[in-house]
């Protein structure tokens, strides 16, 4: 009877050291290979969200670059003509519409002689002309040489829209005898920033899932998924991955790293990214 529970008992310590020895590795391997797998997929996780980012600043580079075009041709062209004939040709305003009528992003046109009347069209429906007007004045103030004066985009009040205003120099060798003006729509833009997911900005946020947007050099928003925050100019600085870029500026052309954001007392694990573009706003 003692030899058969000896028997039993040494049985047991058997399977025990036999379960040991084979479920220890597995159990080893398991969470090895559970980490590397969580590992990997943040790796991915971080580069698709790069790519997201680098991509969006690609389209609103392409974008901004088409309209500084479209700008810098006309000028080229008025310097070609000459420049001697903004006084007296009487027809530029209705050409000037029927550009707007080609491409419903042009807000806003205007030939700006140095010396003589301003000739201007606008959509009635998106602008004021005292807001065309302010736009003129702030750009050409800035206007000294042959470069081209890029703003940073600002609500347009009367149609609760943003826009983006670019003047570019109609030269008569190497003084200016006219500038051409254009308030380009900044709508196209906030349509790139648009997620597929009826959530707001914060909803996206918590579910995991990327908000891209686009700040100015002060760090305040220009375009957003939630338009609001963008109307409002509100500071973003109270993420860090907006705060690396300041700090950054030009010098890295993008950038992606973990951060923590304090939202009401609760931190939540996060993972910025930016991407600079050529217009600085």
Request: hydrophobic letters at 45%.
């Amino acid at each position: 009877m003692l030899e058969s529970l000896g028997r039993i008992r040494l049985l047991y310590v058997v399977l025990a050291v036999l379960l040991l020895v084979g479920l220890l590795p597995l159990t080893l391997a398991g969470t090895m290979l559970s980490r590397r797998s969580a590992n990997e997929l943040r790796a991915i996780e971080g580069r698709y969200q790069a790519q997201l980012v680098r991509d969006k600043a690609r389209q609103i580079e392409l974008y901004g670059q088409r309209y500084r075009d479209v700008v810098v041709g006309l000028a080229r062209a008025f310097e070609i003509a000459g420049g001697n004939r903004f006084a007296t040709d009487a027809g530029y305003d209705a050409r000037l519409q029927r550009s707007l009528q080609d491409d419903p992003n042009l807000i806003a046109l205007a030939i700006c002689p140095v010396k003589g009347e301003v000739h201007r069209a606008f959509q009635f429906d998106l602008i004021k002309r005292e807001e065309v007007d302010q736009r003129i004045a702030d750009v050409l103030a800035k206007m000294n040489s042959r470069g081209v004066i890029i703003s940073r985009p600002q609500i347009i009040r009367s149609g609760q829209e943003m826009g983006l205003t670019i003047a570019a120099p109609v030269m008569n060798g190497e003084e200016i005898v006219a500038a051409v003006v254009a308030v380009v729509s900044f709508q196209e833009v906030f349509k790139a920033l648009q997620q597929s997911s009826s959530k707001s900005a914060r909803e996206m946020l918590d579910a995991g899932l990327p908000v891209v947007f686009v700040v100015d050099q002060n760090g305040k928003a220009v375009a957003h998924p939630d338009a609001a925050i963008a109307f409002s100019e509100r500071p973003m600085t109270d993420l860090k991955v907006v705060q690396d870029w300041l700090e950054t500026g030009n010098q890295v052309q993008s950038a992606l790293a973990p951060f923590t954001l304090d939202r009401d007392g609760h931190l939540t694990p996060m993972l910025g990214s930016y991407a600079n573009t050529p217009f600085a706003f």
